[in-house]
């Protein structure tokens, strides 16, 4: 009976072990997927919204008096993009929600239906869909 009973005990460990592996494999194949589509929500045209720098926020409507309410962002499904900022654009490629614009690579906050170009310097835009 004692070696039965081990038996038993063992192949409950070899199991939880099992099912253990098994979790975590499956977390990591989740969050592959998150970070191999994070770039897919990019996608499509951004309109300005916000701009900041350091402490001083210029909203929407500042924007809009300064005659930048036609700038944007646009995400292509190729991972190239373009940015019009002030009558000026620039063409840029991306990876992710990875920036790379005239070799100076920024990371994109997607909150929502609005993105962040987070700052190398001390200036940040807000797009919003």
Do not use: C, H
Request: hydrophobic share 35%; glycine share 12%.
């Amino acid at each position: 009976m004692p070696e039965k009973e081990a038996k038993k005990s063992n192949t409950g460990l070899i199991a939880g072990i099992i099912g253990g592996v098994v979790a975590v494999v499956a977390i990591v194949v989740v969050i592959i997927i998150i970070v191999a589509n994070g770039g897919k929500n990019l996608v499509g045209k951004w309109n300005i919204y916000s701009m900041k720098e350091g402490d001083t926020e210029v909203t929407a409507e500042m924007l809009e008096k300064f005659g930048m309410n036609d700038s944007y962002i646009e995400f292509k499904s190729d991972g190239t993009g373009t940015m019009k900022i002030n009558g000026e654009e620039q063409s840029f490629k991306y990876e992710g929600t990875k920036v790379t614009i005239d070799g100076d690579s920024r990371d994109v906050k997607v909150d929502g239906d609005k993105i962040t170009i987070e700052p190398t310097s001390s200036t940040s835009i807000t797009f919003k869909k």
